[in-house]
């Protein structure tokens, strides 16, 4: 599939309510970052965003990836204290909700990319999840269901998840595996959770306080790379805050400006190769909840760049 840029006129962003889970006291994940970025697009009041409301998963999609048995544990709340404790979230049934909106807002932006080139889902990026547990705040691999939807489905073939969350996905990298079709590329902290680290097909590990001229290089190379390597007709990017210099638990030295250039190397990669891409923010958790909402919406506004004025949606597809 090729989507042509030329003609994308807005950016369908996917938001719900449930993606704020209610958390103990002293939690420390930034939960409420969630309703303040809506907030702050809705604020923007960009003609070229539509804020929309996703579809839950249902148990097919996600057996897509996931095992029917530890869905139906999820579900039902029979995870083990321990599987609870490497999630980092007790169970409720908020929790199932949030995780499957969260995994159907990346579903209804994949397919909205197909058609408008970029899409975004304001939560999403969680490549802790393996097919039979989660991890790490993550329950269900988003993109990796998403993307099996997408394939199912017919609108994409071969699938390059570009993992920018300053952790490296595991469970995408065990997800993706041996599959020709899909292709995990991860620029991460080396010396960083998740301390035992899977296989992606690429894998970048950075110095702790590796700033921005570094970083964006190696993300020049890599991309280039890919390109030698893997033709991709459809591009899952996480687009993680957590490669900034003022994150708590990401050691990395990127500042603003340099995560903004990130972004935009990206988009601008999708572009000249007419690739469709759907976002989802991935990590954050800076000391202050600000900087991870301006990190976040500066992925969004830099999406926007790529919309032309007057331009009409569509597609322009590839035949397989």
């Not at 530890?70 to 980092?88: K, M, N, P, Q, T």
């Not at 899909?182 to 690429?202: A, E, M, V």
């Not at 340099?258 to 990206?266: H, I």
Request: hydrophobic residues 40%; aromatic residues 8%; contains cysteine.
């Amino acid at each position: 599939m090729a989507t042509d840029f030329r003609r994308i006129a807005e950016v369908k962003v996917f938001y719900s309510d449930t993606f704020e889970l209610p958390l103990p006291a002293l939690h420390r994940f930034p939960m409420t970052k969630y309703r303040l970025l809506r907030e702050r697009i809705s604020a923007a009041d960009r003609e070229e965003t539509e804020l929309l409301v996703p579809n839950a998963a249902t148990d097919e999609q996600l057996a897509l990836v996931h095992l029917p048995d530890y869905i139906h544990r999820v579900a039902a709340g029979e995870l083990s204290d321990l599987e609870i404790r490497r999630i980092g979230f007790p169970w409720s049934l908020a929790m199932v909700e949030r995780s499957r909106r969260s995994v159907g807002a990346s579903i209804d932006a994949g397919r909205a990319a197909c058609n408008e080139g970029i899409s975004v889902n304001l939560a999403g990026g969680t490549h802790h999840a393996f097919p039979d547990s989660g991890q790490g705040y993550c329950i269900f691999n988003d993109v990796a269901v998403a993307a099996r939807v997408l394939q199912n489905e017919g609108l994409a073939r071969r699938v390059l998840f570009i993992d920018l969350d300053v952790h490296q996905g595991n469970g995408t990298a065990a997800i993706t595996d041996g599959d020709d079709s899909l292709f995990s590329f991860s620029i991460h902290c080396d010396r960083n959770y998740p301390f035992r680290k899977g296989t992606s097909d690429l894998d970048v590990g950075l110095k702790q306080g590796t700033g921005d001229q570094e970083f964006l290089d190696r993300l020049e190379q890599s991309l280039s790379e890919i390109d030698r390597r893997f033709e991709a007709d459809f591009v899952f990017y996480l687009a993680g805050a957590d490669p900034f210099a003022g994150d708590r638990l990401g050691l990395l030295a990127l500042s603003k400006s340099g995560l903004v250039q990130r972004d935009r190397m990206v988009f601008e990669h999708c572009r000249q190769r007419n690739i469709p891409c759907a976002i989802s923010m991935s990590g954050g958790y800076a000391s202050q909840i600000d900087d991870i909402v301006d990190i976040h919406f500066g992925t969004v506004m830099t999406a926007l760049e790529f919309c032309q004025p007057g331009a009409t949606t569509g597609t322009n597809r590839r035949q397989h």
